[in-house]
Nanobody, 123 residues
Framework: VQLVESGGGSVQAGGSLSLSCATRGYTRRSGCLAWFRQAPGKEREGVAAIRRYSGTTFYADSVKDRFTISQDNAKTTLYLQMNSLKPEDTAMYTC??????????????????WGQGTQVTVS
């Protein structure tokens, strides 16, 4: 399984960015896909997740109503639309995939596959 992120970059506060994560070889129908982020000096934290089959979504309180997680119809690409970005959103954003439905989507240990990450900088 490979997860390849793209779409990071630099933007001014209040702006928008869209991230993509192409999944290759990930065929787990009941899995969960998620975005995590890690800012310098901080622990990695869950941003948003989506259950692959049902499309149910979950968000961290800090990004609710600003970020939207989605997947394409073929369920091979994960997206994160980020609006109203704030400097505190600056971090390395990484997508992750699990082999099962996770009762707690934000727990890192639940994910078996990770991408390399893409940097988002908000000034």
């Amino acid at each position: 399984v490979q997860l390849v992120e793209s779409g990071g970059g630099s933007v001014q506060a209040g702006g928008s960015l869209s991230l993509s994560c192409a999944t290759r070889g990930y065929t787990r129908r009941s899995g969960c896909l998620a975005w995590f982020r890690q800012a310098p000096g901080k622990e990695r934290e869950g941003v948003a997740a989506i259950r692959r089959y049902s499309g149910t979504t979950f968000y961290a309180d800090s990004v609710k109503d600003r970020f939207t997680i989605s997947q394409d119809n073929a369920k091979t690409t994960l997206y994160l639309q980020m609006n109203s970005l704030k400097p505190e959103d600056t971090a390395m954003y990484t997508c992750a995939a699990s082999n099962r439905i996770l009762p707690e989507w934000y727990i890192l240990a639940g994910y078996a596959y990770w991408g390399q990450g893409t940097q988002v900088t908000v000034s």
